[in-house]
């Protein structure tokens, strides 16, 4: 009888490295944030190192004596590979390769990886491959020899070696036909939005850093079902739900892919189309994560990636989400939104509240309505409930007397 071989995939072991030019804290924080995404990878963390230095080495990322001392700890803990918490060069990466002998990534790299083992639709798969081909076809040369070291692992899900082996003509022949298939897709987001325009439907945007509770609170609001797990971009492709208040408004709920520092601009790039659902809604639902000690500098970064996105003159809600881990009793708070609200998106708790603050801007964003229809244009009335949110109906000799506020769009088509 012949003998059953198990077959495992070897376990990347790798140690994390960050250059400290003067930020502090902020480095380690960095650096924890980038253990979080390795293990999202699937690889295993077994050191974590940070060299201080006023800059970054141009032709190494690290300095001559430190590249020494992580050589030997990658000999110590028997380290498969290295992970840089800034996106490298293809000089730097090529040179620190030859220097260790070990198989190096960058921040990119992972939250790419990361991306590509997430996208479940078409438009998700175009997107990451488009971001892993244009951040690819720089370094082609050095990554070829830093993927050889290791049978796959992280940067070889998505177009994975066997793209990085055409040439840099055909992988932007490539990239023109991805390009071309986004902008497809774009046509068909932009006749969405404007048959949504057309409805009068208000859109909010979910937006925040990754993992601070957006599918949660989605599936919370709306029975959505989205899978939501306590890593980071757990959920990559946009997710739209209808909502309806205690008024009976309607209100459309858009999910986005979760934002983080040194977020890659290819990725920004490639997923525009996608971020650009909170350029077009009317209210900002900025989900944050107060339990977590770095939440003001999470904050910051949203704030930078919407202006990079062009997202302005928004009505902002800030939810301070998992109220239920903070245990200072410090209440959190944010200068820059018009409102703000306190909830726990996994006990339930304010989501009454944010419901109530939703009523409360679209009622302020609507038309008073105040009118008699007559019983023939009694049609009329089904589009205010539909769109809008009726108060009073009362039925009349003359015909309905109704009082409501409606969607500007919709009160001038009501009066005529």
């Not at 520092?261 to 790039?269: D, G, T």
Request: negative net charge; charged residues 30%.
């Amino acid at each position: 009888m012949a003998e059953l071989i198990e077959i495992k995939e070897v376990e990347e072991r790798v140690i994390l490295i960050v250059v400290d030019t003067g930020t502090g804290n902020e480095a380690a924080g960095s650096l924890d944030e980038l253990e979080e995404l390795v293990d999202t990878a699937g690889a295993v963390t077994v050191d974590k190192i940070i060299q201080n230095r006023e800059n970054i080495h141009p032709a190494t990322y690290l300095g001559r004596g430190k590249i020494e001392e992580v050589k030997e700890r990658i000999w110590e803990l028997n380290a498969t590979g290295v992970v840089c918490d800034d996106e490298l060069s293809p000089a730097q990466l090529r040179n620190l390769e030859n220097a260790l002998d070990t198989k190096i990534m960058d921040r990119t790299m992972v939250i790419l990886d990361i991306f590509a083992s997430r996208a479940v639709t078409s438009e998700g798969k175009i997107q990451v491959e488009l971001a892993q081909l244009r951040y690819r076809a720089a370094r082609l040369v050095g990554m070829r020899q830093s993927l050889s070291r290791l049978g796959g692992g992280i940067g070889t899900r998505g177009p994975g070696e066997k793209k990085l082996e055409m040439d840099r003509r055909l992988i932007h022949e490539r990239i023109g036909q991805l390009k071309a298939e986004l902008e497809e897709v774009k046509r068909h987001r932009d006749v969405v939005r404007k048959q949504r325009e057309r409805t009068h439907m208000p859109v909010a945007a979910i937006v925040g850093y990754t993992n601070a509770g957006k599918s949660t609170l989605l599936n919370r609001l709306t029975d959505a079902g989205i899978l939501a797990e306590d890593k980071l971009f757990a959920t990559l492709d946009p997710t739209t739900r209808g909502l309806e208040l205690e008024g009976g408004q309607k209100i459309l709920l858009t999910d986005t892919v979760g934002f983080i520092r040194k977020l890659p601009h290819h990725l920004v790039e490639a997923f525009k189309s996608t971020l650009e659902e909170a350029k077009y809604s009317d209210i900002i639902l900025h989900v944050v994560d107060c339990s977590n000690p770095q939440m003001d500098m999470q904050m910051h970064v949203v704030y930078q990636t919407l202006r990079d996105l062009e997202v302005e003159d928004k009505i902002v809600v800030t939810v301070f989400n998992k109220m239920d881990r903070l245990v200072d009793g410090q209440l959190p708070r944010d200068i820059h939104s018009d409102y703000q609200v306190r909830i726990s998106a996994k006990t339930g708790e304010g989501l009454d509240r944010l419901k109530k603050t939703l009523e409360i801007i679209l009622r302020n964003q609507n038309v008073y309505l105040e009118r008699v229809f007559p019983y023939q244009q009694a049609g009329k009335i089904q589009n205010i409930r539909k769109y809008g949110e009726l108060l009073e109906e009362n039925y009349q000799e003359e015909g309905i007397a109704v009082k409501a506020y409606v969607p500007a769009g919709l009160f001038e088509s009501l009066i005529k």
